[in-house]
């Protein structure tokens, strides 16, 4: 994949208008706030308490993003005294001066259910712990991402900034955009080198260079690498466990969007969970709950169609958007072909995750193979979108789609994320 340098992409001209306690971001249906767990658990009694902050909306919800983020729409700005104690006391305000930067994605069953190379929940806490007591960093930006990958490949194929992929001998190989530069170095080495990069990051933006990641820069990030990425390969994995993994759960959550009924059902069953990049949750200790957790309206079956459902935030919500994207989804949802799920026949063919855009930008488009389906005019035209892309994975089955994700076409059947640099950002 090619390397994007700041002398084949044009200098940004517009601030960093990431969303956060203490910088909302004005949208269609009031103040938008990103809250940001980095990697680490949240619990469900916070999540209740956020909820109570939206409770005046007409459809009070937590929004999941594709940077396993919460958010809340439809908030006052500035934010009163009250909300911000609540966000604190929910473990999701450590610091005012570095809350943007905490974009930290990690394996979220690590150290759960045996797979991976090491648990990495450990080398997490400590990173989001660096990342906050480094004063330079609070100058990094919203956008700038770190994945930490335990070895099994579930979060290594997003696009990141600076990631972490941990080896069966006990190091790890960090890795810098998608330059194919790496350093190998022992677990515990890991955090340092990373907050090294960082700022070296924030220190060539501060002397001219108007980029927002690592891929963007003219010239390579850090020293002489003592290993290559490749070293770290893993095989992405695209199929995500939905029911029960072990002891533990992992539900989705339809378009996103966590309710109070959810947030209801969750408590049923556990005190926390961890929030995944693909809008899911992981319930700690939660397979026992399965029943209470689908009478919630949580997905536990990896056949249900809302299992491949995505959409943006739409109309009301988005000026941008020319539908009402979630009703979209929602008409579909029953007319839509699940994914078959493993074990059952046809498992062999992944049925490609759906995604409904209100405009061009398509925001919070998953990293995987999609279908676009872009502002349809009916309810038809969408289904005809869908069945068309269906019909084409079953018919070319190990065909790689050669749609560029830089100039969709609508219909088409998207590849993974490019580069963090070429990707559609995460966006309110």
């Known amino acids: 994949m090619c390397r994007v340098t700041a002398s084949t992409t044009p200098a940004r001209v517009t601030a960093d208008v990431c969303p956060g306690v203490g910088r909302p971001f004005a949208a269609a249906d009031g103040s938008l706030v990103r809250l940001r767990p980095a990697g680490r658990p949240v619990s469900v009694t916070g999540l209740a308490r956020l909820l109570d902050l939206v409770a005046g909306q007409p459809d009070p919800s937590i929004q999941l993003t594709s940077r396993a983020a919460l958010q809340l729409r439809g908030l006052p700005d500035p934010l009163p005294p009250e909300a911000v104690a609540v966000v604190r006391e929910a473990g999701l305000l450590p610091s005012t001066t570095h809350e943007l930067v905490r974009n930290v994605v990690a394996s979220p069953l690590s150290g759960l259910d045996g797979r991976g190379h090491a648990d990495v929940r450990p080398l997490v806490v400590t990173l989001d712990r660096a990342l906050c007591a480094t004063p330079a960093l609070s100058d990094l930006g919203g956008r700038f991402l770190f994945c930490v990958d335990d070895g099994r490949g579930d979060v290594a194929g997003e696009a990141s900034d600076l990631g972490v992929v941990a080896l069966p001998d006990g190091a790890a190989v960090v890795t810098a955009g998608s330059s194919g530069r790496g350093w190998r170095l022992p677990l515990e080495r890991v955090v340092p080198m990373l907050v090294e990069?960082?700022?070296?990051?924030?220190?060539?933006?501060?002397?001219?260079?108007?980029?927002?990641?690592?891929?963007?820069?003219?010239?390579?990030?850090?020293?002489?690498?003592?290993?290559?990425?490749?070293q770290a390969t893993v095989s992405h994995v695209a199929h995500r466990p939905l029911g029960a993994v072990g002891p533990h759960a992992v539900v989705g959550v339809p378009l996103g969007l966590l309710t109070r009924g959810h947030v209801a059902g969750l408590a049923r069953v556990t005190d926390h969970v961890l929030v995944t990049p693909w809008r899911s949750l992981v319930v700690v200790d939660g397979a026992g709950g399965l029943t209470d957790l689908s009478e919630a309206g949580l997905?536990?079956?990896?056949?249900?169609?809302?299992?491949?459902?995505?959409?943006?935030?739409?109309?009301?919500?988005?000026?941008?958007?020319?539908?009402?994207?979630?009703?979209?989804?929602?008409?579909?949802?029953?007319?839509?072909?699940?994914?078959?799920?493993?074990?059952?026949?046809?498992?062999?063919?992944?049925?490609?995750?759906?995604?409904?855009?209100?405009?061009?930008?398509?925001?919070?488009?998953?990293?995987?193979?999609?279908?676009?389906?872009?502002?349809?005019?009916?309810?038809?035209?969408?289904?005809?979108?869908?069945?068309?892309?269906?019909?084409?994975a079953r018919t070319y089955p190990t065909a790689a789609p050669t749609a560029d994700p830089a100039t969709p076409t609508t219909g088409a059947t998207h590849p993974a994320r490019?580069?963090?640099?070429?990707?559609?950002?995460e966006r309110p």
């Open 299 to 392: 997905v536990v079956d990896a056949g249900s169609p809302w299992a491949r459902l995505h959409a943006c935030t739409g109309l009301p919500g988005c000026r941008r958007s020319a539908i009402d994207t979630r009703a979209m989804a929602s008409q579909l949802a029953p007319n839509l072909e699940s994914a078959p799920a493993p074990g059952r026949p046809g498992a062999d063919r992944t049925a490609r995750p759906v995604h409904v855009s209100g405009c061009e930008r398509r925001c919070g488009t998953p990293s995987t193979p999609f279908v676009d389906v872009l502002a349809p005019g009916s309810l038809d035209e969408a289904l005809a979108i869908v069945r068309r892309a269906d019909a084409s």
């Open 197 to 230: 990069l960082a700022e070296e990051f924030v220190t060539r933006r501060a002397r001219g260079e108007s980029v927002w990641h690592v891929d963007e820069l003219a010239s390579p990030l850090g020293p002489a690498p003592t290993a290559s990425s490749h």
């Open 418 to 425: 490019p580069p963090a640099s070429a990707t559609r950002q």
